[in-house]
């Protein structure tokens, strides 16, 4: 992309905010994730095994998959963009093998104890989400082997698949804030925690988000 010279600082001062950006996002989700696993201590329970798996999944592995395409803060950068493809597919198939175990220890916790399933608008929210991220995964073979999808170019394809991955991505933060809202969970945090763990899932939502429109935005612009 050629930029405009007069426009440099400002385009400096945006480079410089998207990679702060970014790098606070692999921070975030490297440190709530590792808090969580202490939390919840696995293996302790069926339950320990839950939030384990389904913050492994949502807040690490997701996250993770969607930084890849980040011009600023991929951690595979100097790849292709062929290879960031094929490891953002690896990683997004342990998040969903993450997540269905995540669904299986609470369900199977579930039935040893006699308590209803899906009750609340966690459990809800969670089965759907476990559900699209699968659905989502699976939609994305043809970008790996385009020979699948006859009929369809390979941009639209891609415009599905990031528009689609943003919507799962989101609904796995809102289930991470329902779950934060937990019983277990605001019985084993003071008030302050709650409120940091709560603006750290909020945090990696606006600026996963924030990567994927403004990617496409800028996708238009150069086309445009």
Known sequence: ??????????LRIYGYTRTAS???SHCICIVFTVFITVLSRPGTSWFSWHPFFMTLAFSFFMT?????????????????????????WILQCLCVSCAVLGLAAITYNKHLNGKPHFTSWH???GLLTVCVV??????AVPLIYHSLAKGWSLAKLK??????GLVTYLLGSASLLLGLSSGWFTAAVGEYTWYLSALCSALNALIIMSQVSSAYTAK????S
């Open 1 to 10: 992309m050629v930029y405009n010279k007069e426009a440099g600082p400002e």
């Open 123 to 125: 459990g809800f929210l």
């Open 64 to 88: 993770e998959a969607i930084l890849l395409f980040s011009p600023y803060g991929s951690l595979l950068k100097q790849f292709s963009h062929k290879t960031k493809g094929r490891v953002h």
């Open 22 to 24: 970014a790098l606070l």
């Open 134 to 139: 699968g659905l989502q995964s699976l939609a």
């Open 220 to 223: 238009k612009r150069l086309q």
């Open 159 to 164: 415009r599905y698949h990031a528009a689609t």
